[in-house]
């Protein structure tokens, strides 16, 4: 972390862009289409969500200590018997063939090289095996180099939209396992997509169909799907790409009776890895997630592109760890932007926090080298604000870290 910091302001050696959010986005605005930025920023309807999202976070304030030894602290945790070098983690995001031509790739890569986990999206533009070799070259890389990494093999988890076909299903889980994903997320919010207003005016549902459908090409269930539809993989990639797309986000709701035996089909292929879902916002959800069986959620609202007008997520998030924090564990996304709301949200309660728009924005600007930047600059701030604040390992960050907003008369 240090040598980020020093290198940026002594040696110029990193990517010539600062990592500030707002400058991240305006970057990625200028180098997208169109489509893709307008895909990237979209929000659900008003944009409420989105807007509650960073707004809750200003609602809470750190409380710095003084003459703390902090010389010899450590930012990493432990999570589900692995070590992460911090408590960050990659957001599922899809199709990141929109934002670079080598889409997930080098995502997975660097994820490996500074040892946090990566996931991958079932909507992904790469197959799940490329994914899981680029993230394992990243961890070999980062072990070789003495950094970051702990894994030779890489730390990556597979996020599931869980198509309606059944062998689908079991073929996705299926390959995610053999290919050495730790955990699986099933994201419950965005079975649908929402009404996203520069979405439908660009027209971009047609546009996600022609690059997303990667992944299902490479997979034998959805290849015997497209032989019964009598579509012809090499010639129509129009109808591939609306058989995919249709697949994982098919608008038809699932329940809850569902689950069990999604958990139960992921544990015999993986050998009893953890089970997730992505997605809860309230404590009777988070509740009836540890009744059925998993392991852990992600508190999240879809970084505010699923329900307008929705409870934020990080004001979410103290119920639920009040309730279920013991029992499982509770990972957290949607608006983080800096190092002080990773704080916040881990002071809450938080295992571990996830991001996904700061990555797209890096990926958007400079591919590998810009996914990079943006996580070693935001890994270096979290750092060095547990050096300034007076905290000295993740344990310490808890709700007396933090206070409230007071109300002032
Ligand atoms: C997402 N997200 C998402 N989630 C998921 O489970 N599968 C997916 O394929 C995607 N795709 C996706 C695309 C884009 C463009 C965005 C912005 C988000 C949601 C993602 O995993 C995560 O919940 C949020 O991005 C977290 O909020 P921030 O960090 O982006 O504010």
């Given at each position: ?376 600059s935001l890994l270096a701030e979290f750092d060095i604000l547990m050096n300034v604040g007076g905290f000295r390992t993740i344990g310490e960050i808890d709700r007396s870290a933090i206070r409230p907003s007071a109300v002032i008369p």
């Amino acid at each position: 972390q240090r040598e980020c910091f020093e290198s940026g302001t002594k040696d110029h050696k990193l990517p010539p862009f600062n990592t500030h959010p707002d400058e991240l986005e305006d970057l990625a605005r200028q180098r997208l289409s169109s489509g893709g930025w307008s895909y990237a920023s979209c929000n659900a309807g008003l944009g409420t969500t989105h807007l509650a999202n960073r707004d809750a976070f200003s609602h809470y304030h750190i409380i710095p200590r003084m003459l703390v030894d902090t010389n010899q602290r450590d930012t990493s945790i432990e999570l589900f018997g692995k070590k992460l070098s911090a408590p960050i983690c990659f957001s599922p995001v899809g199709i990141n063939k929109i934002y670079h031509p080598e889409g997930e790739l080098p995502v997975a890569k660097v994820a490996g090289e500074l040892g946090l986990p990566y996931t991958l999206s079932t909507a992904g533009s790469v197959s799940i095996e490329d994914a899981a070799a680029y993230n394992a070259r990243g961890a070999a890389e980062g072990c070789a180099g003495g950094k970051g990494a702990q894994y030779e093999d890489g730390l990556r988890w597979f996020q599931l939209y869980l198509p309606h076909q059944e062998d689908l299903a079991t073929s996705l889980l299926k390959r995610a396992a053999n290919s050495g994903f730790e955990a699986c997320i099933m994201t419950l919010d965005t079975w649908q997509l929402a009404w996203r207003h520069l979405d439908v005016a660009l027209s971009n549902y047609g546009f996600y169909r022609g690059i997303g459908a990667e992944m299902g090409l490479g997979d034998p269930a959805f290849l015997e799907l497209l032989k019964q539809r009598g579509i012809d993989k090499d010639a129509d990639a129009k109808a591939v790409g609306r058989t995919w797309i249709d697949q994982i986000w098919h608008g038809k709701a699932f329940s809850w009776e569902r689950i069990p035996s999604v958990i139960q089909e992921w544990k015999e292929l993986s050998g009893g890895k953890p089970f997730l879902l992505k997605g809860i916002l309230s404590v009777e959800d988070a509740i009836r997630a540890k009744e059925v069986g998993c392991d852990g959620i992600v508190v999240s609202n879809h970084a505010g592109r699923q329900v307008d007008g929705s409870i934020s997520s990080l004001e979410a998030l103290p119920a639920i760890v009040d309730a279920v924090g013991s029992q499982m564990e509770i990972l957290f996304d949607s608006g983080v932007r800096g190092g002080s709301d990773v704080f916040k949200a881990l002071a809450l309660g938080a295992k571990a926090v996830m991001i996904g728009r700061l990555w797209i924005y890096g990926l958007s600007i400079q591919g590998e080298e810009g996914v990079r930047h943006v996580l070693r600059s935001l890994l270096a701030e979290f750092d060095i604000l547990m050096n300034v604040g007076g905290f000295r390992t993740i344990g310490e960050i808890d709700r007396s870290a933090i206070r409230p907003s007071a109300v002032i008369p």
